[in-house]
């Protein structure tokens, strides 16, 4: 017989689903706008590539998971 997977329920803010959604929400939005902002600017070689994608992929991490904070934290109220 095949066990049951445990359930879980959180008190307040359930910062799992946070993490997840942050994490899916960065790569779908995240990959497109790396993508168009690096169209802008000259990139010439692979470290000013790379140094450019962190920059700009976190920025878009960041304000990516304080929405997704602020979302959770309304729904909860």
Do not use: K
Not at 13 to 27: G, H, K, S
Not at 38 to 49: A, F, H, N, R, Y
């Amino acid at each position: 017989m095949p066990q049951r997977v445990e359930s879980y329920e959180p008190d307040g803010i359930d910062f799992a689903w946070i993490m997840q959604t942050t994490f899916v929400l960065t790569i779908v939005v995240g990959a497109p706008v790396v993508a168009l902002l690096s169209t802008t600017v000259s990139l010439p070689t692979w470290g000013s590539q790379l140094n450019f994608a962190i920059r700009v992929g976190a920025a878009v991490w960041l304000a990516i998971g304080l929405a997704v904070y602020g979302y959770a934290r309304r729904q909860q109220e």
